[in-house]
């Protein structure tokens, strides 16, 4: 079987559906495939794999595939393509001082990107495009050749919605009399909400909880940092709580992503976990020792995925801690290593995308 043939195979079927031991048969020769290509066509990357794993030819599990840190994206411009061919540059939220990791886009990963986040997303949402409260100012999308993490994440989301309203003014003020006159169009049948969790809660949810409205025929995505929500006492499950006690709104989904490999999120399930879709996996690693960790012990989180052609962030170490809970999951359609985000690494930089409009706001 060709890598394309796997990686269609993986993207068409429908997720969260294969077995892990099935999966890793599809996704191992993909990574290894993709760790091969960035070698060759990113001097710096081939230098950092000598330093970090030498002597790595080719992995047989895919605790062996070699991950660089996500720092890196900060410090080093890996890219796999020639400047002319980058369609669109993402960066990583940041506060003012901060490096921000670039990410550099040719159309085909673009695309690759924006087809894989809709396999996600229609597992939840279904096929068709619903009516759109996005939880943000329409300022933020205004520059369609560089994205933030945060208007990045806006745009994505946009595919899956139509009649797109923006609820917050450039001031984080919500438009009162434009979300009635939304919800009297559109809020008896399905409609979409989106925005950052910090955002959501609020520049939203405070200033609806008063209201009175009826938003169960609604769907709210949200991800980002939790780190100003935990400071409030604000859990998930106090979240989902406040939402359906103030406007009868149960469902509710998080998802955990990283602008450093966008288009590869872990959705929320019912069970209240995150699954990784069919062409991407996480390892739990020992912080300590970098061995991989088996479900049941917290580590830190590496990310693989299928889909950067463009640069090499198909195996990433990130700064957060997680455990797995299991192989083949709790969830009754879902299949894979279900897992939950414990927070952040100990002095690493705050970065999600709410939490760092948190900071610049309160600066």
């Known amino acids: 079987m060709s890598g394309e043939d796997r ?4 993207l068409e079927a429908p997720q969260y559906g294969f077995p892990q031991s099935q999966k890793e048969t599809l996704l191992l020769p993909l ?11 990113c001097p710096e990357y081939k230098r950092l ?17 070699p991950f660089i840190p996500v720092g890196l994206f900060k410090t080093h411009a890996l890219r796999s393509i020639p400047v002319e061919d980058v369609f669109k540059t993402l960066t990583s939220s940041g506060t003012t001082g901060q490096q921000v990791s670039q990410i550099f886009l040719d159309r085909e990963t673009a695309r690759r990107q924006t087809v894989a986040l809709g396999r996600i997303m229609s597992h939840i949402l279904g096929p068709d ?5 996005v939880v943000d100012s329409s300022a933020l999308v205004r520059d369609r050749a560089r994205f ?6 806006v745009l994505g989301m946009m ?13 984080m003020n919500l438009d009162e009399t434009g979300l009635l006159g939304f919800l009297e169009k559109f809020g008896a049948k399905p409609f979409l909400i989106f925005g950052f969790t910090f955002m959501v809660w609020q520049y939203f949810f405070e200033r609806i909880r008063g209201m009175g409205l009826d938003l169960s025929q609604g769907t709210l995505v949200h991800s980002g940092g939790w780190k100003k929500l ?17 406007a009868r709104l149960t469902r509710i989904f998080n998802f955990y992503g990283m602008v450093e490999q966008v288009g590869s999120v872990y959705v929320e399930a019912e069970d209240g976990l995150l699954y990784p879709p069919n062409f991407a996996d996480i390892i739990v690693r020992d912080p300590a020792t970098m061995r991989e960790l088996p479900p049941g012990e917290p580590g830190v989180i590496q990310v693989l995925s299928a889909l950067p052609l463009s640069y090499p962030g198909h195996s990433i170490l990130t700064e957060d801690l997680g455990v797995i809970h299991s192989i083949d999951g709790s969830s009754s359609d879902r299949r894979g290593k279900p897992f939950s985000v414990l927070g952040r690494i100990p002095k690493s930089e705050l970065r999600g995308c709410s939490d760092t ?7």
Not at 51 to 56: D, I, Q, R, S
């Open 7 to 10: 990686f269609n195979q993986l």
């Open 31 to 41: 990574l290894n495939e993709l760790t091969d290509r960035h070698r060759v066509l």
């Open 49 to 65: 794999i000598s330093l970090l794993h030498p002597g790595m030819i080719q992995a047989d599990s895919l605790a062996e595939v």
């Open 129 to 133: 495009r619903l009516p759109m409260i």
């Open 148 to 153: 933030s993490a945060r208007a990045a994440g």
């Open 159 to 171: 595919n899956f919605g139509r009649n797109h309203y923006y609820s917050l003014d450039e001031q």
């Open 230 to 246: 935990q400071e409030r006492a604000v859990t998930n499950l106090e979240f989902r709580r406040s939402f359906e006690q103030a």
């Open 357 to 363: 409009h948190a900071v610049e706001a309160a600066a």
